[in-house]
């Protein structure tokens, strides 16, 4: 999806409806890049709605990080759930903490005789961080959901994941915000920004000089290269290449077809688990 200001402010729109129909927003950020994953208006378009902050992909994140962006989020009043979807880890901790939250208004409805008032909830984020997959996971399905299609009405669909919680069926997507550098490298990086509209090799370049600098080791394991100390971004991908058989005809790297394999490795987590923001970046 690319990003305009009117698909923002359609976005925005659906959203915003969709907040209206439940009690509490899960907020999805790729535990990898919890700034960059995170819209930069979700405050005031959750406004004073209910709210749980879930660092997805925890498990290809590095634990060390996990840990210091778990205390900076508590100090700043939130308890984030580090969840890896995909597996369904910390799916009990969200209904927990949603039970919690939602404690108090239970109660009160409660006492007033309605009992069979339901927490509902709707899972929100930007493309990409484990939507469709938490949502699957919480409605213990496998079917995949795919986005609205323009000109098909869909109904709202209710899941009843027990007997106090229901989430919406489909997701309520979020824009990413693309205009720093970094942040939209960040974003490209862990594919939250579609490949066809990237150029990917220089993509996967300015992963490998990211690497080289943040993270050496992994990369060095990952594809076995001996890297004297004056090997360039270039010739690295070129025996990255060699050595995955990546060959044109003539003998000549495919630099294309590197770039893919890099860039999927990180994203799968087969790099090593590896988080590319830290909090003391914010400073
Ligand atoms: P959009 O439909 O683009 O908005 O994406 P989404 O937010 O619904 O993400 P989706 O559930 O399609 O997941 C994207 C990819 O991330 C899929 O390949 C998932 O298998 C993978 N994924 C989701 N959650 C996790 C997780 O916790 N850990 C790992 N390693 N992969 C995950």
Redesign the pocket.
């Known amino acids: 999806i690319q990003w305009y200001p009117g698909h923002m402010a359609k976005a925005k729109r659906k959203i915003l409806e969709e907040l209206k129909l439940v009690d509490i927003a899960i907020e999805?950020l790729d535990a990898r890049i919890p700034i960059s994953s995170r819209n930069p208006d979700v405050d005031e378009i959750v406004g004073n709605k209910k709210r749980i902050v879930v660092l997805?992909?925890?498990?290809?994140a590095d634990p060390q990080l996990n840990n210091e962006w778990k205390e900076y989020f508590e100090k700043k009043g939130i308890t984030p759930i580090m969840?890896?979807?995909?597996?369904g880890t910390g799916l009990r901790d969200i209904l927990k903490e949603s039970k919690r939250l939602m404690k108090e208004d239970l109660d009160r409805l409660r006492s007033k005789g309605l009992k069979h008032k339901t927490i509902r909830a709707l899972v929100i984020?930007?493309?990409?961080?484990?939507?469709?997959?938490?949502i699957n996971k919480l409605a213990n399905r496998s079917i995949?959901?795919t986005?609205d299609r323009p000109g098909v009405t869909k109904s709202k669909q209710w899941i009843k994941v027990n007997e106090d919680f229901e989430l919406l069926d489909t997701?309520g997507?979020l824009w990413p915000k693309f205009d720093d550098e970094t942040v939209g490298l960040n974003l490209a990086f862990t594919?939250a920004i579609k490949d066809e509209i990237l150029d990917i090799e220089d993509l996967a370049r300015k992963f490998i000089l990211k690497a080289i600098t943040d993270f050496p080791d992994k990369l060095y394991k990952r594809y076995n290269v001996e890297l004297e100390s004056d090997s360039d971004v270039e010739c690295i991908m070129n025996k990255i290449g060699r050595k995955r058989g990546c060959i044109l005809s003539g003998d000549e790297v495919d630099i294309n077809r590197t770039a893919s394999l890099i860039l999927d490795d990180f994203r799968?987590?087969r790099i090593g688990q590896i988080t590319l923001e830290k909090p003391e970046d914010i400073l």
């Open positions: 999805l997805n992909k925890s498990d290809i969840a890896n979807a995909a597996k984020g930007i493309p990409n961080v484990g939507k469709s997959t938490l995949a959901q986005g997701p997507i594919g799968s987590g």
